[in-house]
C-alpha cells in the first residue's frame, strides 16, 4: 500500500531536517543554509509527490544526494553572478567547546584550504556512512573510505602547519 507523499515527506523532515540543515551550515551563513535546506525540502516534495515512494531507494541517501545538488546549483548561482563566496562557521555544532578565536579563524582556515571533495566528504561522513556517501558521489564505500582518510590526514596536516592545537 503506497503511502500519502505527505507521510514521507514528514518523515524526512523530522529524521534528517537538522543534518540536512548542518550539513549546509558547515559551508555557509545561516541565512543561506536555512534557504538551501528549504529548497533541498521543497525539490524533495516536487519528486515524491510525482513518483512512487518505490522509486526512492534510501530515504537518507536520497536526500543527501538532493541537497549535494542544491548545493552545486547555488554555488553555480555564485560562480555565475560573481559574488564572493566565503566559508562561515564551519565547526558549529550543537556540542560547545571552549576554543579561542584565533584558533577558530585557523580551524576555518585549514578547512576552507581543503579541495571542495574533501570538504564535502568531511561533510557528509558525520551523517552518512561510507555507502550512502558512496551512493550519493557515485564512487565504492571503500573509495569513500580512503578519501576521507586522506582528507582527514590534509586537514590534520593544514591544522599543525597552523599550530592549532585539536
Not at 516536487?46 to 547555488?74: C, G, M, P
Not at 551523517?127 to 582528507?151: D, F, H, M, P, W
Request: include cysteine; hydrophobic fraction near 35%; proline fraction near 1%.
Amino acid at each position: 500500500m503506497r503511502r500519502h507523499p505527505a507521510e514521507l515527506f514528514d518523515e524526512l523532515w523530522s529524521k534528517y531536517h537538522k543534518k540536512i540543515y548542518t550539513y549546509f551550515r558547515r559551508q555557509f551563513d545561516e541565512h543561506t543554509s536555512e534557504d538551501l535546506c528549504q529548497q533541498t525540502y521543497l525539490n524533495a516534495w516536487r519528486y515524491i509527490s510525482l513518483y512512487s515512494e518505490n522509486s526512492i531507494k534510501q530515504n537518507k541517501s536520497w536526500l543527501f544526494t538532493v541537497a549535494k545538488n542544491v548545493k552545486n546549483d547555488h554555488l553555480r548561482y555564485i560562480q555565475l553572478h560573481s559574488m564572493n563566496f566565503r566559508y562561515e562557521n564551519l565547526y558549529e555544532t550543537d556540542v560547545t567547546v571552549e576554543i579561542n578565536i584565533d584558533e577558530s579563524i585557523s580551524i576555518q582556515n585549514a578547512f576552507a584550504r581543503l579541495s571542495e571533495e574533501e570538504r564535502q566528504l568531511l561533510s557528509m561522513a558525520q551523517y552518512l556512512t561510507s555507502k550512502e556517501i558512496g551512493s550519493v558521489l557515485g564512487i565504492s564505500a571503500s573509495a569513500v573510505r580512503n578519501r576521507t582518510q586522506n582528507a582527514k590526514g590534509h586537514l590534520k596536516k593544514l591544522l599543525e602547519d597552523l599550530k592549532v592545537n585539536v
